[in-house]
């Protein structure tokens, strides 16, 4: 297990960088508890249990299903590059045996440590644009999974009718209570066609109870979006078999009528 020195060391190695998801982190769970099911955190949790050994996440976040996990009294780990995500998580004091590392989940060593079970949720693997880095992500994953384990992960499945379109103007598409205030998020995106990738503009409004505007910060994203056989063929290419391609979390044959693309696969 890493030390609380080496885990000082490794966010060190990276607070240079901008945290990216910053402004979104305080309002990461408010949002997603609207904008996704649980689904997915019961999926998660299933692969879990079933891989009867230590498990890792890429991108944890806030610990939405990592603390889901833990609970169950498994052994966990969690990654993620952005120190505000990390600090709400740390902030709902998880129990000691959830270890918690900040690095770029394309680029991290844990050492000897290997995992029956590597999962990323809620599309986090849609944040590595170049396929460089998705290659090195999946590199770093088949060297930390233990014999027989598995590495699975969700993205959207593109709706063409969306995608053939330039973006979507911005929109409300969210609104909840923060601290007295309500916050109303506001979203565009820009899609890039050659590069199969989306620019998200995000926008949060603060207002009183009264309707009165506060102030309001601004988040800028980018994600890839994939199709079923360029999965496949990635995760060929850097070393998996026995690939599942299912059209949600609750294993349906892939359609992508359903908006989801899940994928688990074992180290070859």
Known sequence: MTSKSEESRSEA??????????TTAPYYDATYAIVRGSDDVAFYRRLAVAAQG?????????????????????????????????RVLRAKQPPPTVRLVQAPMQRFDLGEDRFCLIFSAFRAFQHLIEVEDQLSCLACVR????????????????????IAQPGLPERED??????????VRYASTRIFHAQQRIDVSLRYERRRVDGVILGQERSELSMRYFFRYELEHLLARAGFDDIQIYGGFDRRPYDHVSGETVCVARAR
């Open 13 to 22: 190695a990276h607070v240079t960088e901008p945290d990216r998801y910053a």
């Open 54 to 86: 230590p498990v890792l996440e890429l991108g944890v976040g806030t610990g939405r299903a990592l603390l889901e996990i833990a609970a169950l009294g498994i052994p966990v780990s969690g990654i993620d590059v952005s120190p505000a995500m990390l």
């Open 143 to 162: 060297r930390h999974l233990a014999p027989g384990g598995r590495f699975a992960f969700d993205v959207f499945a593109p709706r063409l009718d969306l």
């Open 174 to 183: 969210a609104r909840f209570e923060s601290q007295g205030e309500t916050i």
